[in-house]
Structures are given as structure tokens and as C-alpha cells.
């Protein structure tokens, strides 16, 4: 699949970003970062606004520690007036049109022998992704990352089902999760292979909202298990579906962002884009 303007845009701002963060200490300018991706700094510019719709400035203050830090501080204030002043509509719009369906023990255990996966290729901001999906929903969404095809990507967590390249309309919805959810007709339907307290994990992080960050404690707090902050992490490390299940949205107490499956700087990457995004459509709302 050919790459869109929006994937090339956004190899170049993780590049962008991999440098800032190896030479933040010397503050790189608008101009050496541009340099560095070779581009000129008036398109390097120009580059954010249409992939991020914001600057670069401000971009990079939504990735800052300083920021993750208020984030976490002020989060549950901030949902709080986010419903008073009417600002709902895309907050908690993951968890309404998301539903999970959880597998069979026999389906869990044997490696998916008795599935049919249908799988296709979609482009997203952050680049390409795996979609698969069994007659029950969407059991699989991964970045496709270099050095991993998609479907050895599925086989990892389907060894012995049968597994066959086929479009489905329910893969190509994913693309409005990135736009307007509520472009979405019906609830997506997800179809997932997990304990019952991953299962409880991964629906605590459909409740966090886009531009808001969680710490694994909170959200083991969140799901009535408070100190078993490691075991979050280990079932937040084990989920198969990128980005419509949020696990990029939860980062360490002390606000650095920490590691992601599909890499540290895509997570960086998500996590900057949502919060101009969200901001954007504050800003619209007021």
C-alpha cells in the first residue's frame, strides 16, 4: 500500500522527535530540527500544522514532562468540568462505540484453531496498521513495525488459525477513529482473547479520554484493585489492539511516558496529536 502524505508527514515528525529527545538538553531551533529532517524550516513548520494542526512549539509542550505531570494532576477535575461546560461529546466517545465480546476458553486456549481471521492493511496518521477481525469483531490492531509483517503480527497471538488476507467494511472503520468517532454508525465490535482481569484492564482504558493521561496505579485503582500496579502493566503490555484500546494514554507516576509495543516515539507521537487535537476542539466549543 502506497503511503499517504499524512504517513510521510509523520515519519518525518518522529524523527523530529527522536532527535529533540536525544538533544533536548541543547534545545534544538526550529531550524536545526528542520535541518535534521531535511526540510526547510517553513515547510518543517507547515508540516506540524497539517499533521497536528498546531505548531511545533506547541506540540512539543504537549510531549514535555512539565505537562504529563499537570495532566495527571488535574485530570480528575478536568473530567469533572469537561462534563459541566458541555465538552463530552468526544471524551468519552471511545467507550461508547467500543464493545467487547471476550473468547471462548476454548478459543483462548487452543491458539485460535477453530477462528476464521480475515486481515487487511489500513493507513492511520501514526502509519499502517494490521486490522483482523473473526465473524464475532475486531481481534487484532497493530502498527506495523519494521522487521514484522501483519501476518506474522497475528500468528503471535493466533498460531493455529486460519488466517487468510481479505478486506472487511468493519477494517476500514477504523480510519474514522482518527477524524470523528461519531462518524461511526455502529458500536465496533472488538473480539478479544484475554483473562478476566485483562479484560477488566482494557475496558478501564477505553474510560480514559482522548487528551487525558492515567498512571498504572490509577488505573488499579480504577478496577477495585488498588496496589497491583505491575500486574496492570503486564495485561496493559499483552493488549492486541492499537490505539482504540488506549493503553498509550497511561504513563509512569513520575510523568515519563515509558514504553510502548509499538515503540516509545509513536507513543510520544499519539500522545502529542491527541492532546492537539482535543484542545482544538475545546477552543472550537468555547
Not at 44 to 52: G, P, T
Not at 61 to 81: G, M, P, R
Not at 105 to 128: D, H, M, R, V, W
Not at 199 to 226: M, R
Request: net charge positive; aromatic share 10%.
Amino acid at each position: 500500500m502506497e503511503m499517504s502524505q499524512q504517513q510521510l508527514n509523520y515519519e518525518r515528525i518522529a524523527k523530529a522527535i527522536a532527535y529533540i529527545q536525544s538533544n533536548f538538553k541543547q534545545q534544538p531551533t526550529l531550524e536545526e530540527i528542520a535541518t535534521h529532517i531535511n526540510v526547510s524550516p517553513f515547510h518543517f513548520q507547515r508540516l506540524f500544522q497539517e499533521w497536528a494542526g498546531t505548531t511545533p512549539k506547541k506540540f512539543l509542550q504537549y510531549i514535555s514532562l512539565q505537562h504529563a505531570k499537570k495532566v495527571l494532576k488535574d485530570s480528575n477535575s478536568t473530567e469533572t468540568a469537561t462534563f459541566k461546560t458541555g465538552l463530552s461529546s468526544s471524551s468519552r466517545l471511545h467507550e461508547l462505540f467500543v464493545k467487547i465480546e471476550s473468547m471462548t476458553p476454548a478459543e483462548y486456549k487452543n491458539g485460535g484453531a477453530s477462528l476464521q481471521i480475515n486481515y487487511s492493511c489500513q493507513s492511520t496518521p501514526f502509519g499502517e496498521v494490521c486490522v483482523a477481525s473473526t465473524n464475532k469483531g475486531i481481534c487484532h490492531i497493530a502498527f506495523l513495525v519494521e522487521g514484522l509483517d501483519a501476518m506474522e503480527s497475528i500468528k503471535e497471538y493466533f498460531p493455529k488459525a486460519n488466517i487468510r488476507l481479505q478486506e472487511e467494511k468493519i477494517h476500514a472503520e477504523i480510519s474514522k477513529i482518527f477524524n470523528n468517532m461519531s462518524n461511526i454508525s455502529t458500536p465496533l465490535r472488538l473480539h478479544l482473547k484475554g483473562t478476566p482481569f485483562q479484560l477488566k484492564v482494557w475496558e478501564a482504558l477505553l474510560k480514559i479520554p482522548s487528551g487525558q493521561l492515567k498512571t498504572y496505579g490509577q488505573i488499579a485503582n480504577s478496577i477495585g484493585n488498588p496496589g497491583s500496579s505491575r500486574a496492570v502493566g503486564t495485561a496493559i503490555g499483552s493488549n492486541a489492539i492499537a490505539y482504540l484500546i488506549p493503553c498509550h494514554r497511561v504513563i509512569q507516576t513520575s510523568g515519563l511516558f515509558g514504553g510502548y509495543m509499538w515503540g516509545p516515539i509513536r507513543k510520544t507521537a499519539i500522545i502529542g496529536w491527541e492532546h492537539a487535537q482535543t484542545n482544538k476542539e475545546q477552543d472550537e466549543n468555547i
